[in-house]
């Protein structure tokens, strides 16, 4: 069974930084791509980075561009997401997954930019 665990948000100040983690299993880790995704209540979910299984190739939305970095580790199956210069709408729930699958969505864990 396909699993994510999101973890390493919180309260963060308007410029500040916060590093996501992201724990799969369930699957083979390093053949897969992996994306981070965010939510806010009443929209829809974004796409923000996406990495490819060796960790070279990585791609990011517009609004975070330059500011967010993803990144993989394949031997302990997890994903990870550098945030800097961390803006209020950057708030929103962040989740992981593969983006070639309809695998089920993790709890996602929590940013909130705010001073």
């Known amino acids: 069974q396909v699993q994510y665990v999101e973890s390493g948000g919180g309260l963060v100040q308007p410029g500040g930084s916060l590093r996501l983690s992201c724990a799969a299993s369930?699957?083979?880790?390093?053949?897969?791509?992996l994306s981070w995704y965010r939510q806010t209540p009443g929209k829809e979910r974004k796409l923000v980075a996406t990495i490819n299984p060796g960790g070279v190739g990585k791609s990011y939305a517009d609004f975070v561009q330059g500011r967010f970095t993803i990144s993989r580790d394949n031997a302990k199956n997890t994903v990870y997401l550098q945030m800097s210069s961390l803006k209020s709408e950057d708030t929103a729930a962040y989740f992981c997954?593969?983006?070639?699958?309809?695998?089920?969505w993790g709890q996602g864990t929590q940013v909130t930019v705010s001073s």
């Open positions: 997954r593969r983006p070639a699958f309809e695998d089920n």
């Open positions: 369930g699957f083979t880790f390093s053949v897969n791509s």
